[in-house]
């Protein structure tokens, strides 16, 4: 899902997303609110990245965190990426951290 920017309409990213076999859903450009999914992730990050500088932690523990994090399907963003749980900061019981490969129905 994209806001529909001339990135994504071009004849590459067209052929991108064939040769990946995925659908790429637009919204409506220059209007934000109609892609509130996307906006909402921005938001989420920056807010995340503003406090791990005013705590002065390092940023790429709190990224692995926040990838790490399940999100609406139960799945965090690095488990749909590599197939299973990353090693973290926060403990996490072995047996989740083995491969477990979501439907992508759930997806499309």
């Given at each position: 899902?994209?806001?529909?920017?001339?990135?994504?309409?071009?004849l590459d990213f067209?052929?991108?997303?064939?040769?990946?076999?995925?659908?790429?859903?637009?919204?409506?450009?220059?209007?934000?609110?109609?892609?509130?999914?996307?906006?909402?992730?921005?938001?989420?990050?920056?807010?995340?990245?503003?406090?791990?500088?005013?705590?002065?932690?390092?940023?790429?523990?709190?990224?692995?965190?926040?990838?790490?994090?399940?999100?609406?399907?139960?799945?965090?963003?690095a488990h749909l990426?590599?197939?299973?749980?990353?090693?973290?900061?926060?403990?996490?019981?072995?047996?989740?951290?083995?491969?477990?490969?979501?439907?992508?129905?759930?997806?499309?």
């Amino acid at each position: 899902m994209s806001d529909g920017g001339s990135k994504f309409t071009s004849l590459d990213f067209s052929e991108f997303a064939r040769e990946w076999n995925f659908v790429h859903k637009t919204s409506g450009p220059y209007y934000p609110q109609s892609n509130g999914m996307s906006e909402r992730h921005i938001q989420t990050i920056k807010k995340t990245l503003k406090k791990a500088m005013a705590d002065h932690k390092y940023l790429h523990m709190v990224l692995l965190e926040k990838h790490n994090t399940p999100i609406i399907n139960g799945f965090s963003p690095a488990h749909l990426l590599m197939g299973c749980r990353l090693g973290a900061f926060v403990p996490v019981v072995p047996v989740f951290l083995d491969p477990v490969l979501p439907d992508h129905k759930e997806f499309c």
